[in-house]
């Protein structure tokens, strides 16, 4: 798919929609409280997904306003739309990822 044909920019503004859900989802406070009125404290799922998982959502909502949206943060290339489909915050690609490990 090429970028900037109207097939990319309905691709990523599908992405957007999901990526904002996905940090309301996240950043729901009814939830944060129930847990915290159960048992005093964020499950670690709770807390992974509002403080490490919201950054890099919030990053890829950054790039879709920037249009940079899809470009690896390291090597500059252009993110398979197959991993964005899984993936809607990537920031780069599987290949930059493996040596982050």
């Given amino acids: 798919m090429e970028r900037n044909s109207k097939e990319w920019n309905s691709f990523v503004d599908k992405q957007k929609e999901t990526i904002i859900k996905r940090l309301l989802k996240y950043k ?14 964020l499950s670690p799922y709770q807390y992974y997904k509002s403080s490490t998982v919201s950054k890099y959502l919030l990053r890829a909502l950054s790039k879709i306003e920037g249009g940079t949206y899809g470009i690896c943060d390291v090597c500059q290339k252009e993110i398979p739309k197959e991993r964005l489909d899984v993936v809607p915050g990537a920031l780069s690609c599987v290949e930059c990822d493996k040596l982050k490990e």
């Fill in 28 to 41: 729901n406070v009814d939830t944060a409280s129930n847990s915290l009125i159960e048992t005093g404290n």
